[in-house]
């Protein structure tokens, strides 16, 4: 439960980080049943807490997201997740009406074919959904066409394993949030691109691969 517990701090402070505006930013929490309630409470309450404000002050923990469209997208996401059922525990609308805030939005109950399930917010919007068991967090994992980055928290080495080989995704971070550094390779899969960049490998980009064959005799 501890675990849990810093999981769901550490998952709502990284959701945090610039506004949300990221691209590895993480929004999809698929949480085991037995450790929901505590990882949730635990994301709530630091979502709730995130001090929002001017960038410069050196208080702000969350500055405003790009532009008057994050607003709107961000609105209407949050929007269509409560017209599908969805129940909004932090956050889900504008703050003010000067600047560019929008708090930490936490949402639950979220279907499957909600809008915030299947789209990439790009701002500070995060789905807390519970699982019965790693089959089902890898199948909603690999629901839909982006694959940039994913992140775990678990102490099972089998389990992490099988979400290296399964998950379909460029980046896998587990038990931290740190996506990647210059020194390794980065990149998605599906709709998330092609190719790498950092790392030996993001060289092989700029290489011409020549194949050639050399008889010592005329054949």
Known sequence: RRDATEAGRASAVRKARNSGQVCTSPTRFFVADKLYKDFTEAFVEKARSVRIGNGLDDTTEMGPVAN??????LEALVADARASGAKVLAGGERLGNRGYFFPVTVLTEVPDDARAMREVPFGPL???????????????????????????????????????????????????LEASVAETPFGGVKDSGHGREGGLESLHNYMVVKNVSHAMQVQ
């Open 126 to 176: 995060a789905i807390v959904t519970p699982v019965s068991s790693l089959d089902e967090a890898i199948a909603k994992a690999n629901a839909l066409p982006f694959g940039l980055a994913a992140y775990a928290f678990t102490h099972s080495a089998r389990n992490a394993d099988r979400l290296a080989n399964e998950v379909e995704c460029g980046n896998l971070s587990i038990n931290t």
């Open 68 to 73: 008057h469209r994050r607003i709107e997208a």
